[in-house]
Nanobody, 124 residues
Framework: QVQLAESGGGSVQAGGSLRLSCAASGYTATYKAMGWFRQAPGKEREGVAVIFLPREITYYGASVNGRFTITHDNAKNTVYLQMNNLNPEDTAMYYC?????????????????WGQGTQVTVSS
């Protein structure tokens, strides 16, 4: 049984930064996938970033590439999303996801476990 605990959301000014954390419990597989998705009102859930372990292969959505960085701490089994140069279009509910079952990394249907979501709001 896998549980994901998210933290780090909040409100920031445009151009600011936030760091999201997602601590995984019960996720002990050798090969893992942990990622971040976001969903704004009226829009579909969007793949933000993913890291495949243990090789630490990463992928990013086009809208965040170059601004966001995903990392993983093996000792804590925690994935982080460092978000820099935020703009109002980044405002969304951000979800942590785990256990990719194949297919495109950016499709939410390919993940089994999900966190509760953490709100990120960016003001202009």
């Amino acid at each position: 049984q896998v549980q994901l605990a998210e933290s780090g959301g909040g409100s920031v000014q445009a151009g600011g930064s936030l760091r999201l954390s997602c601590a995984a419990s019960g996720y002990t597989a050798t090969y893992k996938a942990m990622g971040w998705f976001r969903q704004a009102p009226g829009k579909e859930r969007e793949g933000v970033a993913v890291i495949f372990l243990p090789r630490e292969i990463t992928y990013y959505g086009a809208s965040v590439n170059g601004r966001f960085t995903i990392t993983h701490d093996n000792a804590k089994n925690t994935v982080y999303l460092q978000m820099n140069n935020l703009n109002p279009e980044d405002t969304a509910m951000y979800y942590c996801a785990a256990h990719h079952e194949g297919g495109s990394w950016y499709k939410a249907d390919n993940y089994v476990y999900w966190g509760q979501g953490t709100q990120v709001t960016v003001s202009s």
